[in-house]
């Protein structure tokens, strides 16, 4: 069974660093790109930052270009975000997705592997 457990949330002081962990189980994890989505209270989900199979191809949205860093270690079949300078508009459930292939996209919608999601809480 082909599952994504992510970890490392919690409740940070704007400005502070978090970093977020997406274990990957089931599959070969080292084909596939993988990406990170956040879903802030009452909106929908939005595209933070995707890696390529390989992690030599990274890209983010704008509001983390600069804070933000995801990176992946095939060997442990994990992919990371670093989360620097975090704002309270940063909040929201972090969820790692799978879109089946060797890249990223930044349609939400055509991720069809979720994880179960890990809470960010930015204090102001």
């Known amino acids: 069974q082909v599952q994504l457990v992510e970890s490392g949330g919690g409740l940070v002081q704007a400005g502070g660093s978090l970093r977020l962990s997406c274990a990957a189980s089931g599959r070969v994890f080292s084909s596939y790109g993988m990406a990170w989505i956040r879903q802030a209270p009452g909106k929908e989900r939005e595209f933070v930052a995707g890696?390529?199979?390989?992690?030599?191809?990274?890209h983010y949205a704008e509001s983390v270009k600069g804070r933000f860093t995801i990176s992946r270690d095939n060997a442990e079949n994990t992919v990371y975000l670093q989360m620097n300078s975090l704002k309270p508009e940063d909040m929201g459930v972090y969820y790692c997705?799978?879109?089946?292939?060797?890249?990223?996209?930044?349609?939400?919608?055509?991720?069809?592997?979720w994880g179960q999601g890990t809470q960010v809480t930015v204090s102001s």
């Open positions: 997705a799978d879109a089946g292939t060797g890249w990223y996209t930044e349609n939400v919608s055509q991720y069809y592997l």
């Open positions: 890696i390529t199979w390989s992690g030599g191809s990274t």
